[in-house]
């Protein structure tokens, strides 16, 4: 695989996206998120990863631009989300040097962390885990 679908970065894209959806509002997540990002964007700049740090602050700020339990809780916003990061992807990220069957199957994997982490999210957000009505 592509060493960004290495199982940590994998691991630190489904961290990311259980936690997405609730980056709407005041919350622990929202904290723990964006206090990761003042720690993990300058490793990335320092490592040369400038293009990827560029996609994690994009895709950042979007919650922030939308109301709560708006289009971070469609269940449709992960695999439009996975379309657009590997679009990015494709675009700042050099792939020249590898098989058409590592990028396919690096897409997968990191495909299947955006949506493994935001249904994870939804899922455990859903009735069977509240336990009152003023959940959020």
Known sequence: TLPIASPLVLF????????FPDLDVA????????????????ILYYKGEGDLAAIVSYFSFLPLIHHHRGYT?????????????????????PLEGYSPNV??????????????????????????????????
């Open 73 to 93: 809780h469609w269940k449709i916003t992960p695999w439009i989300m996975s379309i657009m990061f590997l679009i990015f992807l494709d675009r700042f990220y």
């Open 103 to 136: 990028i396919w199957s690096s897409a997968a994997f990191i495909t299947l962390a955006i949506v493994t982490g935001h249904y994870t999210h939804l899922f455990l957000d859903s009735k069977f885990f509240r336990n009152n009505s003023n959940h959020h």
């Open 12 to 19: 630190f894209i489904c961290f990311c996206m259980s936690l």
């Open 27 to 42: 919350s622990k997540p929202q904290q723990y998120y964006y206090r990761s990002l003042v720690i993990i964007l300058p």
